[in-house]
Structures are given as C-alpha cells and as structure tokens.
C-alpha cells in the first residue's frame, strides 16, 4: 500500500486519538508557546499552600563527614589518639571498623563564623560559607544503613527494601509534571575523589508506581538521552509517523487487555519525540554568558558536577519537578585530608552559584534545594599512623545536610550531636522527618500521599515521619 494510503487510512480509523495528540505536538512545533495539557497529579487539590514547586536534590554519594564540614568539636580534638570512650560505641553498628581498636581524631578543619546569621562553616567549603545565610543547616541527621547502596536506597525511597519508589518519583505521582517537552524527574550523575562508589539505577526508579513517574538519567557525552536524536536520513514528520502508528497499535492492543502500562508507553513515546526538540536546547550552554559560566566553574559539557548545577537551574527554569544531581567521591576511609579537598573543590563553588543562580532569576524560594549524602562519617580513625593516610568510617547515627529555599528558614542551624560528634541528641532529624519535611513545603501531607499495591497502602515515608516544623517560614 502506498505510504500516503497507509496514512490516511490510519488518520481516518476510529482509532484516530493518537494523530489528534500528536497533531496537536504539530500545531505547537508551528506555534511556539501554545498551551499543552501538563499532566496532573493524584494530590487535588493540594493538603497545603505550597511553598515549593520542584526539588533539587544535591547528593553527595559516598557520605561526607560532618566534622570536617558543619560541625565542629573542640572535645574531639582534644581526645585526638586517645581511645574512643566505649560507652558510645558498645553495642553499636560499625562498618569497616567492627573489632577494631578505636582511637579519636580530631577535626582536620578550621571553622568560622560566617555572614549575619553567624553560621559556622568550613575551610573546605568557602562557597558555600559564603551563602551561609540562605541556609538552613541541620546537624542532627539520623539514618538506619550502614554501607552505601541500602543508604542510598534508604535515603531515596524511605527503605532499604529494593523496588520501592524514590522520592522523586513520589513528588511526580502526588503532584504531576509541570513542564510538556521534559521528564517530570531528572537524574544527573558527576565524579571526582576518592574510590566512586556505584549509584544503581534503580535508586530513581519508580518501583510499584506506573513508570512513567521514573527518573531519566541525563547524560553529558554523546545524546543527553539516549537516541534522541533521529537517525541519519529520519526526519521529524517521519519519525512523528512512526510515534502516531505505534500510539494507535497500542490503543488498539489495551482495548483488549486494559494494561495501564499501554497508556504511559504511549504517553512516553510522546514525551520522547518532544524532548527530540527541547533537550539538546536545554543542554547546549553555549548562549550563557561568561559570567553565569565562571560563577559555576563551568569549562563546557564536560559532565562535572559544576556543568549539571548549571543544567539543574535550566531544568528548573524550565519546570521540571524533581532533578537529582549524584557527585560520587565521598567516601573517605583514608587519606581523607587529600580526598576531602578533591571533592569539595569539585563541588563547593557550583552548590553556591546553584542557590545564589536561583535566587537571582526569583526562583529559590519556590524551589527546595537538598544537599547531603546518604550517611556521616565516624568520630573514630580509619588506617590510623601518617596523618596523610588517615580517613573515617561510615556512619549513621548523626550527620550534617542542608536546605535551601522552599519556605525553609535562611540563616539557621538545627539540631546538635553529642561533644563527639557520635549521636544526633538534639532536635534529631530521621531521613523519615526529612521526607515528610519535603513533601509538606510541596504542599503535600505525606500520611494521605499513597499508593495501594499487594492490598497495603505505601507512601515515601512508610509508618514514619514528622514535618521539622521549626525549620519552615
């Protein structure tokens, strides 16, 4: 059959909804800005004012030690080689240091007083002390997984069960996307420092949710998205031929089987032949000026931390609900002096322009800005001997992260560890309470933000969390 028979008679079956959506995706390649229906999500109304529209999600993969970073302790120092008291560690759960002898070391880190707030922040991150007052600083973080992948799918989906939801996920099933021709949920990844440990896909996946609530990994060599760029000699009324034929097979297939599925892929492949057009616009940074590129450090697209801050503001601009930048390199178990200066190199200056980026265009306060990583790091040394080669263990018990904007508190700093530096003990901050926090400034109520599945109801913070009320405006 000719082509232009085939087409008309796919255009004229009762199965034509396919080619009014995607004539519709015509009508607003020809018209520049027309309106297009956004998704919505299940939380409708909203439980709150909203103070956040979207998420960005800072992680610092490998768990950066808090006590060269945020939280300063005189004690330690002054117990620096002497046996770590054993009435905090009795009984409790180490990682690579388990039977081993404990010895204190003190903080290899100077601390100052920094802007009017007086917040105290270290000599390795200059940047960001330099945004101390647009910061909410919590020092009493507290998790439950002690190596690095069950931390991160704790951090992310609220267990270490394997399969569940992330949180981004979560915020795009509650609230919708916001954007037309991008994911709802962007994950980017960047390295430098020591031994970079692994971040599985699944940690942005969307678990029991439909899955087109999953992250979608940008990459910075080669297509951003895998094959989104047609191939040699395809173009885009082919490939929008393609997408409208493959639309009407599978609505022809669910008016048989029902699958919900069917509906997101069609919905996807719709998504797909958008983003041909709007991704490589928002990664070419070509048309930045020199001075937002040399704020951020950025050299090109180069895949650094400091190029997918700069792409995070853009995808923000751009309403994207939920981006996760992961910086791999944190996780120091020797030598941490040298590593700690590599990885915060890496990342210092691009977290400060990030938020000062935000602020500037008038978005940080409806945007939450998360940085952290997925646990602390001991009191105790690691490969104890030349000062060069020590580092510190994992550590879950307490720990540093910050927020931005969002309807957080500026200038503050929230809950205290121990003398050592060991035990969240004041204002104690579960990863459950940070949670709800998030949802709660998205205007959500994390108890009524669910989903049935295997006759249970689950939600992100799963029996768990409390909203930090002190810290909201």
Same mark, same amino acid.
């Given at each position: 059959m000719?082509n232009?028979s085939? +087409?008309?008679f796919l255009?004229t079956?009762?199965l034509?909804?396919?080619?009014?959506?995607?004539?519709e995706l015509?009508?607003?390649?020809?018209?520049?800005?027309? /309106?297009? =229906?956004?998704?919505?999500?299940?939380v409708?109304?909203?439980?709150?004012?909203?103070?956040?529209?979207?998420?960005?999600?800072?992680c610092m993969?490998?768990?950066?030690?808090?006590?060269?970073?945020?939280?300063p302790?005189?004690k330690?120092t002054?117990?620096?080689g002497?046996p770590?008291?054993e009435?905090y560690t009795?009984g409790?759960?180490?990682?690579q240091?388990q039977g081993q002898?404990?010895r204190?070391?003190?903080?290899? /880190?100077?601390?100052?007083?920094h802007?009017?707030? $007086?917040?105290?922040?270290? !000599?390795?991150l200059?940047h960001?002390a330099?945004?101390a007052?647009?910061?909410?600083?919590l020092?009493s973080?507290?998790?439950?997984?002690?190596?690095?992948?069950?931390? %991160?799918?704790?951090? =992310?989906?609220?267990t270490?069960?394997s399969g569940r939801?992330?949180?981004?996920?979560?915020?795009?099933?509650?609230?919708?996307?916001?954007?037309d021709?991008?994911?709802?949920?962007?994950?980017?990844v960047s *390295?430098?420092? *020591?031994?970079?440990?692994?971040?599985?896909?699944?940690?942005?996946?969307?678990g029991f949710?439909?899955s087109?609530?999953?992250g979608?990994?940008?990459?910075?060599?080669?297509?951003?998205?895998?094959?989104?760029s =047609?191939?040699?000699?395809v173009?885009?009324?082919?490939?929008l031929d393609v997408?409208?034929?493959?639309?009407?097979l599978?609505r022809?297939?669910?008016?048989?089987?029902?699958n919900?599925?069917?509906s997101?892929?069609?919905?996807? &492949?719709?998504l797909?032949? +958008?983003?041909q057009?709007?991704?490589p616009?928002?990664?070419?940074i070509?048309n930045?000026?020199q001075?937002?590129l040399?704020?951020?450090g950025v050299?090109?697209?180069d895949g650094?931390?400091?190029y997918n801050?700069l792409?995070a503001?853009?995808?923000?601009?751009r309403?994207?609900?939920f981006v996760h930048?992961?910086? +791999?390199?944190w996780?120091? %178990?020797? /030598?941490?002096?040298?590593?700690?200066?590599?990885?915060?190199?890496?990342t210092?200056?691009?977290?400060?322009?990030?938020?000062?980026?935000?602020k500037?265009r008038?978005?940080l306060?409806?945007?939450?800005?998360?940085?952290g $990583?997925?646990?602390?790091?001991?009191?105790?040394?690691?490969n104890?001997? !030349?000062?060069s080669?020590?580092g510190?263990?994992?550590h879950?018990?307490g720990?540093s992260?910050?927020?931005?904007?969002g $309807?957080?508190?500026? $200038?503050? #700093?929230y809950? =205290?560890?121990?003398?050592?530096?060991?035990n969240a003990?004041e204002?104690?901050?579960?990863?459950?309470d940070?949670?709800? #926090?998030?949802l709660?400034?998205l205007g959500?109520?994390?108890?009524r933000l669910t989903?049935r &599945?295997?006759?249970?109801d689950?939600?992100?913070t799963?029996v768990?969390?409390?909203v930090v009320q002190?810290?909201?405006v």
């Amino acid at each position: 059959m000719p082509n232009d028979s085939r +087409r008309t008679f796919l255009k004229t079956t009762s199965l034509g909804m396919g080619s009014l959506a995607l004539g519709e995706l015509l009508a607003r390649d020809a018209a520049a800005g027309a /309106a297009t =229906n956004v998704g919505q999500g299940v939380v409708q109304p909203l439980h709150y004012p909203a103070k956040a529209k979207r998420v960005i999600f800072l992680c610092m993969a490998g768990g950066p030690s808090h006590l060269e970073l945020f939280d300063p302790k005189p004690k330690l120092t002054e117990l620096d080689g002497q046996p770590m008291p054993e009435s905090y560690t009795a009984g409790q759960q180490l990682a690579q240091l388990q039977g081993q002898q404990l010895r204190c070391w003190g903080s290899q /880190a100077k601390f100052r007083e920094h802007g009017q707030s $007086g917040q105290v922040v270290s !000599d390795y991150l200059p940047h960001i002390a330099g945004i101390a007052d647009d910061i909410c600083i919590l020092r009493s973080m507290k998790t439950e997984q002690i190596n690095h992948d069950p931390a %991160h799918t704790f951090m =992310n989906t609220g267990t270490q069960i394997s399969g569940r939801p992330s949180m981004g996920a979560w915020v795009n099933y509650g609230l919708g996307s916001d954007c037309d021709d991008l994911p709802g949920f962007v994950v980017m990844v960047s *390295r430098a420092g *020591r031994n970079p440990q692994p971040v599985a896909s699944r940690q942005w996946h969307s678990g029991f949710l439909p899955s087109k609530y999953q992250g979608v990994l940008f990459h910075s060599a080669g297509d951003p998205v895998h094959y989104v760029s =047609n191939p040699a000699g395809v173009s885009r009324s082919r490939q929008l031929d393609v997408v409208d034929t493959i639309g009407q097979l599978d609505r022809m297939r669910d008016t048989v089987v029902h699958n919900p599925e069917i509906s997101t892929r069609i919905s996807q &492949y719709e998504l797909a032949f +958008r983003m041909q057009m709007s991704v490589p616009e928002l990664t070419d940074i070509s048309n930045e000026p020199q001075h937002v590129l040399d704020s951020y450090g950025v050299k090109g697209a180069d895949g650094s931390f400091a190029y997918n801050c700069l792409v995070a503001c853009r995808l923000a601009e751009r309403g994207v609900r939920f981006v996760h930048l992961y910086h +791999r390199g944190w996780d120091h %178990h020797d /030598a941490l002096r040298h590593w700690l200066g590599i990885t915060c190199k890496a990342t210092d200056q691009p977290t400060a322009a990030l938020i000062r980026d935000l602020k500037q265009r008038g978005m940080l306060d409806d945007t939450l800005v998360v940085w952290g $990583g997925e646990f602390g790091r001991t009191p105790m040394a690691q490969n104890k001997g !030349d000062v060069s080669k020590i580092g510190r263990d994992h550590h879950i018990r307490g720990f540093s992260m910050f927020l931005a904007g969002g $309807g957080i508190k500026p $200038g503050v #700093t929230y809950g =205290n560890t121990d003398e050592l530096g060991y035990n969240a003990e004041e204002n104690v901050v579960h990863v459950h309470d940070l949670h709800a #926090t998030m949802l709660q400034r998205l205007g959500i109520n994390h108890k009524r933000l669910t989903y049935r &599945y295997q006759g249970r109801d689950f939600r992100l913070t799963d029996v768990h969390g409390n909203v930090v009320q002190d810290i909201l405006v």
